[in-house]
């Protein structure tokens, strides 16, 4: 009966520690996904602002470079989901520009 006891706990602690491996190596993946959407987003960003420069009015340039600095800082951190809000809202602002300005 002893016997028993053991190898069920020890199929059980093998299997639990199985499902902790999988939940640990989805949750890897998706900070990776994360960590490529910020560098990725950045480099964008900057690519885009280079083509639109002389059409950004002073006051927005300074908002979106305020927030694409603090971006590039979270990235460098490793703070990936502050990356991206902070992206977002650079992308907001870009997004209000037109071409008239």
Not at 2 to 19: E, G, H, K, N, P
Not at 61 to 69: A, H, P
């Amino acid at each position: 009966m002893t016997c028993r006891f053991i190898i069920l706990s020890a199929v059980m602690l093998l299997i639990s520690a199985c499902a902790v491996e999988s939940t640990h190596q989805q949750s890897i993946e998706e900070v990776n996904m994360v960590q490529l959407m910020c560098q990725e987003g950045l480099a964008a960003g900057g690519v885009y602002i280079d083509s639109i420069e002389k059409n950004i009015p002073a006051r927005n340039r300074k908002k979106i470079t305020s927030l694409l600095i603090g971006a590039e800082i979270d990235r460098q951190f490793g703070n990936y989901p502050g990356c991206l809000n902070r992206l977002e809202r650079a992308y907001y602002f870009l997004s209000q520009i037109t071409p008239d300005n």
